[in-house]
């Protein structure tokens, strides 16, 4: 089974930086799109971003500009740069990927634990 882990959440000025990191480690398994989700208390999970397995990004409008989704695919691993963070992207971060285990012919959504994000003002 593939498992995700998630790195690089913390406490944050307004206006600061983070870089949020998901790797997935397992066997025999490819992966197709990869992206991460956000929750803030009492509201419901959204999508930040996304990256396609060819590399085609998209972005919930509030992020653009200032968030950057990447991949390295030797590594497995997913990144978030998040520039010019405010108190409303305050969240616990989730990371999502789509894998397809061999033998297999649909995707599988794996998701990661979920890393917090606070932006103080």
């Not at 990927?97 to 995707?107: A, D, K, P, W």
């Amino acid at each position: 089974q593939v498992q995700l882990v998630e790195s690089g959440g913390g406490l944050v000025q307004a206006g600061g930086s983070l870089r949020l990191s998901c790797a997935a480690s397992g066997s025999s398994f490819s992966i197709n799109a990869m992206g991460w989700y956000r929750q803030a208390p009492g509201k419901r999970r959204e999508l930040v971003a996304g990256i396609g397995s060819g590399a085609v990004t998209n972005y919930r409008d509030s992020v653009k500009g200032r968030f950057t989704i990447s991949r390295d695919n030797a590594k497995n691993t997913a990144y978030l740069q998040m520039n010019s963070l405010k108190p409303e992207d305050t969240a616990v971060y989730y990371c999502n990927v789509q894998v397809l285990y061999s033998g297999r012919h649909y995707y599988d959504d794996i998701w990661g634990q979920g890393t917090q994000v606070t932006v103080s003002s």
